[in-house]
């Protein structure tokens, strides 16, 4: 059996975890666009809107539920985080 060099493995390793990577990325956009065409359907005061005025969905971490300051899609600008 021929000796394969470190530097191979850890490449071919690193690849694998950037795919994997890439996959578990595509997964969460995937989920977060449901979540928003879900909350888009339901027309509800679904977002939540900062004292800086930036709205943001369920999905972000700085999503707080609220009700006084709940809004609409359409109010606020949009989290560059979660798009809201």
Not at 49 to 54: D, Q
Request: charged share 35%.
């Amino acid at each position: 059996m021929k000796h394969v060099p470190t530097y191979i493995i850890a490449a071919a390793i690193a690849l694998g975890c950037a795919l994997a990577q890439d996959k578990r990325d595509e997964e969460i956009k995937e989920l977060r666009e449901r979540i928003a065409k879900i909350e888009e359907r339901e027309g509800e005061k679904s977002y939540y809107l900062s004292s800086t005025g930036i709205r943001h969905n369920r999905t972000c971490k700085y999503f707080k539920a609220n009700p006084k300051f709940m809004c609409t899609k359409k109010e606020g600008r949009a989290c560059q985080i979660c798009g809201g």
